[in-house]
């Protein structure tokens, strides 16, 4: 993912929009002495677009290196630099959307109304007018994010005491299958959130009255208002592509109870037919691939266990440290030897992922991005571990914040962050506000792209997987590793900003955030907790985008599109046969086509640039469709019989 932070990392592209549209009345401009440059007598809507440009470009590396700074090294200090930051960046920005209402309702250039609006849209973290409310909110928000990336889970057992951080409880969900050690871990992490819950009520007033200042009626409807679409026309688009792709999501839904019933027995599915959320290989629910031993459909049908070959990987990695060494290491000795194994299997990691977009023709990593970003979790320091992708100058400083493992989803997630990167290189040379993402849901979808032509056979030709045989049953493997990633996603990529919408909205009071957040997880992935979860919890706090106050919808966005850029991306590389076995791996032709698409950035409507990219200016989901078809055909044929579907909560909403 982007960071949250990032004044040009955000949801854009709201064009069509008329420019006085639903915002207020022309108000004046707060005072904020010595931040905002005061307008020119007689200066014209092009000139106050190429100042907000200018003045924009020159701030922008003081705010990402306190926001760097502030995730890769959390203490008191860092938190409060990159709070005040953040809040000079809102006021900026407050006031350059004050100072842009006096160009509404005139004949503007179709660039420089385009810009304008994107303006109005650059946050979301909306600026309350009130400095000392904006104060307030840049606090609560930074604090948030500190206190999820410092967060830790403890137990005593007898006179001990453990504590283990979301990447080791992550472990757990992924590798245990001991019911209660993975119910144990989940909980455990559950319990990091409940402190957020108040900060996060108080965070929710404070952006509403932000959202209210710049014309909106809520966080939400700002959010929403991002897409080249009225808002109430993008929440029926996402509910439409939903309709496309529920009956595939309801078959994998249906095939992995069963198994979950084979491996646990009563316990492997929660009342009403819900999968138990702290069976599913991950704390979220969002991606089932960690389940491939239970989920596989054939064990016989060729190996794709990607994580077995990258931890031998890292054992070599290890041991070639180690070798460095003469005589017999002390602990510190090896605990150094280890985390230089560490960083050196995930360079290599990255190295991989690096090699794809080049065989694209695609521009190689600058030596800075290998030099500052950061690869794995540090031994001194806290840092938000979260994999993120970082513009610092709008220029050349690209970098990526991973804590990366040696397993399958981190190195495919490496392959998305650096799809951000790629994008950030491309449209460098655009003044500041076009540089961004077509929408929002774009820039998650260039990484996945690529995910999606890392084939069996690309990935065996990479030394990561066996060769693997041609066969109905190697197809169903390799279709159901795909479809754990990404149909497993697509729900939870819907229902999250679901739930926020409602939060923004009033419709969801904090007396019933958790009920709401269940509810919604019950209606749309049909899963549950394995016990109730009153109102003491802050179940949403814990998943990362909350208290980071990230839009999510983009991701569910990105999941369709990937596939539509895929097809077309096929098709520019002249391959002929069955979508799911193409890769363009190497193709120059297919990696121009994408580069084109890439440094359009934020210049035009989406609509235009999805078309030239696809020759569609509508996103769909039938691509997603044609892709797994053969696997939604197999899982037909597995359940037949069986009684599938779930009874979701009568009081879920949305």
């Not at 209660?180 to 404070?206: C, M, N, R, S």
Request: with cysteine; net charge negative.
């Amino acid at each position: 993912m982007k960071p949250r932070h990032l004044l040009l990392a955000v949801a854009v592209s709201a064009g069509v929009l008329a420019l006085a549209g639903c915002k207020k009345p022309a108000e004046p401009a707060p005072t904020h002495t010595g931040v905002v440059s005061p307008a020119p007598e007689g200066e014209t809507a092009d000139q106050f677009v190429a100042r907000v440009n200018a003045e924009m470009k020159k701030n922008y590396a003081e705010l990402s290196a306190a926001q760097w700074l502030s995730q890769t090294d959390i203490t008191v200090d860092s938190e409060l630099v990159a709070s005040k930051a953040e809040e000079r960046n809102l006021t900026r920005l407050l006031g350059w959307i004050e100072q842009s209402r006096k160009y509404e309702g005139q004949q503007l250039s179709p660039q420089t109304a385009r810009a304008i609006q994107l303006l109005k849209l650059q946050a979301d973290l909306p600026p309350p007018k009130d400095p000392a409310q904006l104060e307030a909110l840049t606090k609560v928000a930074t604090k948030m994010e500190g206190m999820y990336g410092k967060g830790t889970y403890c137990k005593t057992t007898g006179t001990s005491k453990s504590c283990r951080n979301l990447g080791e409880l992550e472990d757990v969900l992924r590798s245990s299958r001991d019911y209660d050690e993975q119910l144990d871990a989940w909980q455990g992490w559950h319990t990091v959130a409940q402190p957020i819950k108040a900060d996060y009520v108080k965070f929710v007033e404070l952006s509403n009255i932000g959202a209210r200042d710049m014309g909106y009626a809520d966080t939400g409807e700002l959010w929403r208002s991002g897409y080249d679409m009225t808002p109430a026309q993008f929440a029926a688009d996402t509910d439409r592509l939903w309709g496309q792709v529920k009956p595939l999501y309801d078959q994998l839904h249906c095939y992995a109870r069963t198994q979950l019933d084979a491996k646990y027995g009563e316990r492997g599915e929660v009342a009403g037919g819900m999968l138990p959320a702290h069976l599913m290989g991950n704390m979220w629910q969002q991606d089932w691939s960690n389940l491939w031993d239970i989920l596989q459909p054939y064990p016989d049908g060729g190996d794709l266990n990607v994580t077995a070959n990258l931890q031998e990987m890292a054992t070599q990695d290890y041991n070639l440290a180690l070798a460095q060494h003469n005589g017999s290491p002390t602990a510190e000795q090896l605990a150094d030897m280890r985390y230089t194994g560490q960083l050196a299997t995930a360079k290599h990691m990255t190295e991989r992922a690096e090699d794809f977009y080049d065989s694209l023709g695609m521009p190689k990593l600058p030596a800075t991005y290998w030099e500052r970003s950061q690869f794995i979790k540090p031994r001194d320091r806290d840092v938000v571990c979260h994999a993120s992708a970082w513009p610092m100058d709008m220029a050349d400083d690209v970098r990526t914040k991973m804590c990366i493992k040696p397993n399958e989803e981190d190195f495919t997630t490496i392959y998305h962050e650096l799809g951000h990167v790629y994008y950030y290189t491309a449209y460098k040379n655009l003044p500041p506000l076009f540089q961004s993402g077509a929408h929002d849901g774009f820039h998650e979808a260039i990484g996945d792209t690529i995910v999606l032509a890392m084939t069996p056979q690309y990935l065996h030709s990479i030394g990561l997987v066996d060769e693997q045989q041609q066969s109905d049953q190697a197809l169903i493997n390799a279709q159901m590793r795909m479809a754990l990633a990404n149909v497993s996603f697509l729900p939870f990529g819907l229902m999250i900003d679901r739930w926020r919408w409602g939060v923004f909205d009033g419709s969801i009071k904090p007396d019933q955030y958790n009920k709401t957040w269940w509810d919604l997880k019950a209606k749309y992935q049909g899963v549950a907790p394995a016990a109730p979860r009153g109102e003491e919890f802050f179940d949403a706090g814990a998943k990362y985008h909350v208290p980071a106050n990230t839009p999510y919808t983009r991701y569910f966005l990105s999941k369709i599109l990937q596939f539509q850029f895929y097809k077309a991306l096929c098709d520019t590389a002249g391959y002929k046969g069955p979508l799911h076995g193409c890769s363009f791996y190497g193709n120059k032709a297919a990696g121009q086509k994408f580069q084109a698409m890439l440094a359009r950035g934020a210049s035009q409507p989406w609509q235009a640039t999805l078309k030239e990219m696809t020759g569609s200016d509508k996103m769909d989901a039938a691509p997603v469709l044609e892709y797994f078809a053969p696997l939604q055909d197999w899982l037909k044929k597995q359940n037949e019989g069986k009684t599938c579907g779930w009874n979701a909560s009568p009081s879920a909403k949305g």
